[in-house]
C-alpha cells in the first residue's frame, strides 16, 4: 500500500508530466484560461490516461510480448490512445455539450497529448505491474488536473490585477508556469523521484 502510494505521490507531484518533465504544454497554456474548462480537460485527460494506459498495459503485457512483437508497441499504443479519446469525446458530447464547446477543439488534440502516450511508454520502460501502471497513471492525472486547475485559478487571478502592458496576456503566463514549475522541482528530493 505504501509502494502504491510513494508511485501516485511521484506521478502526481515529484514527477509532475507538466511542470517537470514538460510534457503537454500544449492544452496546460490553452485551457487555462477557465476555472470550468480546465477541471473537465484536467477530468478528461485523467480518464483517457488510466484507460488507455490500462489497455495498452494489458496489450502489451499479454499479447505483444507473448507473441514476441514487442516492436509494435508504439502503433498499438498510438490505435488504443486514439480510440479511447474518441469514446471521452463522445461520452461528453451526450452527457456536456456545455463542457464539450468549452473544451473546442483541445478535446480532441488529448490524442496528441505527448502525456498520454508519454506515460505509456514510461509504464512499460519501468516495467510496471498493470496495478502499478494504473497507480502511476492515476497519479499522472491527478497531477495533471492539479496543476491545471491551479494555473486556471492563478490567470482569472491575474486577468483582474494590473500587469505591466510587456508582460499582459501569454507572457505573465509563462512567467507564472515557469514559478510553478520551480516550486514543483523543490519536490525532487523525496521518495520516487527517480519513477
Same mark, same amino acid.
Do not use: W
Given at each position: 500500500?505504501?509502494?502504491?502510494?510513494?508511485?501516485?505521490?511521484?506521478?502526481?507531484?515529484?514527477?509532475?508530466?507538466?511542470?517537470?518533465?514538460? #510534457?503537454? =504544454?500544449?492544452?496546460? =497554456?490553452?485551457?487555462?484560461?477557465?476555472?470550468?474548462?480546465?477541471?473537465?480537460?484536467?477530468?478528461?485527460?485523467?480518464?483517457?490516461?488510466?484507460?488507455?494506459?490500462?489497455?495498452? &498495459?494489458?496489450?502489451?503485457?499479454?499479447?505483444?510480448?507473448?507473441?514476441?512483437?514487442?516492436?509494435?508497441?508504439?502503433?498499438?499504443?498510438?490505435?488504443?490512445?486514439?480510440?479511447?479519446?474518441?469514446?471521452?469525446?463522445?461520452?461528453?458530447?451526450?452527457? &456536456?455539450?456545455?463542457?464539450?464547446?468549452?473544451?473546442?477543439?483541445?478535446?480532441? #488534440?488529448?490524442?496528441?497529448?505527448?502525456?498520454?502516450?508519454?506515460?505509456?511508454?514510461?509504464?512499460?520502460? #519501468?516495467?510496471?505491474?498493470?496495478?502499478?501502471?494504473?497507480?502511476?497513471?492515476?497519479?499522472?492525472?491527478?497531477?495533471?488536473?492539479?496543476?491545471?486547475?491551479?494555473?486556471?485559478?492563478?490567470?482569472?487571478?491575474?486577468?483582474?490585477?494590473?500587469?505591466?502592458?510587456?508582460?499582459?496576456?501569454?507572457?505573465?503566463?509563462?512567467?507564472?508556469?515557469?514559478?510553478?514549475?520551480?516550486?514543483?522541482?523543490?519536490?525532487?528530493?523525496?521518495?520516487?523521484?527517480?519513477?
Amino acid at each position: 500500500m505504501l509502494e502504491a502510494l510513494i508511485l501516485f505521490f511521484s506521478a502526481a507531484i515529484v514527477n509532475n508530466f507538466v511542470l517537470v518533465r514538460f #510534457l503537454g =504544454i500544449c492544452p496546460f =497554456i490553452g485551457v487555462s484560461k477557465q476555472l470550468s474548462a480546465a477541471l473537465g480537460m484536467g477530468g478528461a485527460t485523467t480518464f483517457v490516461l488510466v484507460l488507455s494506459s490500462l489497455l495498452c &498495459s494489458l496489450a502489451f503485457n499479454y499479447v505483444l510480448r507473448p507473441l514476441g512483437l514487442s516492436s509494435l508497441d508504439l502503433i498499438v499504443d498510438i490505435i488504443v490512445i486514439a480510440v479511447s479519446v474518441q469514446l471521452v469525446e463522445i461520452f461528453i458530447k451526450q452527457f &456536456s455539450y456545455s463542457l464539450y464547446q468549452a473544451l473546442g477543439i483541445y478535446l480532441p #488534440l488529448i490524442t496528441t497529448n505527448c502525456i498520454v502516450l508519454g506515460l505509456v511508454l514510461l509504464n512499460v520502460s #519501468l516495467d510496471h505491474s498493470l496495478v502499478e501502471a494504473l497507480v502511476y497513471s492515476l497519479g499522472a492525472g491527478v497531477g495533471f488536473t492539479l496543476v491545471l486547475t491551479l494555473f486556471a485559478a492563478m490567470r482569472e487571478r491575474l486577468d483582474l490585477n494590473d500587469v505591466p502592458a510587456p508582460f499582459q496576456g501569454t507572457a505573465i503566463a509563462l512567467i507564472t508556469a515557469g514559478l510553478m514549475s520551480l516550486a514543483f522541482m523543490g519536490f525532487a528530493g523525496f521518495a520516487g523521484s527517480t519513477a
